[in-house]
């Protein structure tokens, strides 16, 4: 990285990563590494999955990150009833007074959004998170023959319960593909909880203040882009991704474990997540640390285990983390 410009937008970047956290940090109690995931996520214009229990906050941090990042923040809460038309918008006939000519015009439906919360994801039938899995992609909403373009910069959160899993339609394997992290969201600490209920009972919402504008967040994600990458970082992150596909040159654990690996994106995800770790840090280049650090979150959703491993007791992020060893 010499282009002089670059350098600064790497200090600025660095500068932007502790002024966040410390807007964040009247709302929002601990959770540090999820929110570095999220920041790194919003960066490589990635989107997020966020598994957790109810009640810990999940929305109240989206919430709250949009208001710092000041974009503009949109909640669907996916219920059994939600048609692909309730995510995109619709087509209304309408009358002009005047003329008594009807024609049709189109409501933008809560995608068009820049940071979308997409609540309990799994609640939904295929066809409606289709809808939103196609915009996630494309940055595009089609309806009725016409193509609208979603405003950048454009980021999908979404949230799934792991306990209720009555009545939820869970996420293929494709689809679950498109987001870049799959994080999971932990209990607080008892000291943490303890200063949340604090907070939370004393009856005065803290005040946070914008740290950036859209423009800011476009420029610094075409920064993200522009890192250089040495060669034997690259080559640690695509061996790690193909160490996770059976075969006969695979780990005997993967094979008796795994019934599909993880696909390329994966490798494209772990070099982008590790550009954007770098850069957060303030380090012109990443390294295998960076890639290490990140593989747990991005290849939790793309590794599918057997029965063999469920009859073991071995969970995925084991298996990976036995990889990284």
Not at 276 to 287: F, M, V, W
């Amino acid at each position: 990285m010499t282009d002089k410009t670059d350098i600064e937008l790497l200090e600025k970047l660095s500068e932007l990563k502790s002024t966040f956290f410390k807007e964040i940090s009247k709302s929002i109690i601990g959770q540090h590494n999820v929110l570095d995931h999220i920041l790194i996520a919003l960066l490589c214009k990635g989107h997020t999955l966020i598994v957790g229990v109810p009640g810990l906050a999940k929305t109240l941090m989206i919430k709250s990150l949009a208001d710092i990042l000041n974009l503009n923040f949109k909640r669907i809460q996916f219920t059994p009833d939600l048609m692909p038309s309730d995510i995109t918008g619709t087509e209304v006939i309408e009358e002009d007074q005047s003329t008594g000519k009807r024609s049709f015009r189109f409501f933008q439906g809560p995608i068009f959004g820049n940071i979308i919360l997409a609540d309990e994801i799994n609640r939904t039938p295929p066809k409606t998170q289709a809808a939103l899995l196609e915009s996630m992609q494309e940055h595009k909403v089609t309806a009725s023959g016409h193509t609208y373009d979603l405003e950048e910069p454009f980021f999908v959160l979404a949230t799934q319960n792991p306990i209720e899993q009555e009545g939820t339609y869970p996420l293929p394997e494709a689809q679950l593909d498109r987001f870049m992290f799959n994080i999971l969201i932990d209990y607080p600490s008892q000291e943490d909880e303890i200063s949340i209920v604090h907070s939370s009972t004393a009856g005065n919402s803290p005040e946070l203040k914008k740290v950036i504008s859209k423009d800011d967040i476009i420029t610094l994600q075409k920064l993200i882009s522009r890192i250089p990458v040495a060669d034997n970082v690259v080559e640690y992150a695509v061996n790690l991704v193909t160490s996770t596909r059976p075969g006969k040159s695979s780990k005997d654990y993967i094979n008796e474990w795994i019934d599909w690996g993880a696909g390329p994106r994966a490798s494209q995800y772990l070099i982008m997540g590790a550009k954007a770790r770098a850069a957060l840090d303030g380090r012109p280049t990443p390294n295998i640390e960076d890639v290490k650090s990140l593989a747990i979150p991005v290849l939790r959703h793309r590794l599918i285990p057997n029965f063999n491993a469920e009859a073991e007791g071995m969970k995925v992020d084991d298996i990976i983390s036995k990889l990284l060893d």
